[in-house]
């Protein structure tokens, strides 16, 4: 089975905090994604990667950066934390392989800013 | 206006129900729709794929896609307590990610 692994289940960070999250993919997939999930808006998508080292803005890449150095694994880094980050943080991966590159879901990690 | 629309809900529905959930959409160019199911407090996972316009059966869970209408739809038959969760429409064209839709709740009654 795929799995997706997002570092965290619940964070609480301050204000102005520098916040890593961290995902890891164990089946080799080209794409990973983040998204965010908030009540009545759905999934929006922050940003993705194709391959190492590259990046594409998703819909809401404002107060976000991302890192992969590594096939397996994807970052989201929020600069500098602010209240309306509070939110659920999705990650996902996908191959490039055939038609159907359904996309393949971490639990999720809660981050609370305060 | 949002690419893709669904009712949030929540729809409460009573065991044995058939249950219908609907997205439209506006994008011409979106040819693959998915619908995932998401139980609370977990990531959403995938309950059925189709490619362009037509109907897939999986068990008790059809998915209808008409693209003339731009508008999809799942069935769900003989509705469970096990079947309450978020369902989201999800679909794709020429990028690598998903556009999602907002979710539908649905509750089935025991």
């Known amino acids: 089975d795929v799995k997706v692994t997002q570092s965290s289940r619940y964070l609480v960070k301050r204000t102005g905090e520098k916040v890593f999250l961290e995902c890891v993919q164990d089946m080799d997939h080209e794409n990973m994604f983040w998204y965010r999930q908030d009540p009545g808006l759905g999934l929006r998508l922050i940003y993705f990667s194709y391959d190492v080292k590259m990046k594409e803005k998703g819909d809401i890449p404002e107060g976000y950066s991302v890192s992969r150095e590594k096939k397996e694994r994807f970052s989201l880094i929020l600069e500098s934390a602010s209240t309306n980050q509070t939110s659920m943080y999705l990650c996902a991966s996908s191959p490039n392989r055939g038609k159907n590159t359904e996309a393949f879901f971490g639990q999720g990690t809660r981050l609370t800013v305060v | 206006q949002k690419e893709v629309e669904q009712d949030p809900g929540p729809l409460s529905v009573p065991e044995g129900a058939i249950v219908s959930l609907n997205c439209t959409y506006s994008n011409s160019a979106f040819q693959y729709f998915m619908w995932y199911r998401q139980y609370s407090r977990k990531g959403p996972e995938l309950l059925m794929y189709t490619y362009s316009s037509g109907n897939k059966e999986d068990g008790r869970f059809t998915a209808q896609v008409d693209k003339s209408s731009k508008y999809i739809s799942l069935f769900i038959r003989d509705s469970q307590p096990s079947d309450s969760a978020t369902y989201l429409c999800?679909?794709?064209?020429?990028?690598?990610?998903?556009?999602f839709g907002s979710g539908t709740r649905l509750q089935v009654q025991p």
């Open positions: 999800a679909m794709r064209g020429g990028r690598r990610a998903l556009t």
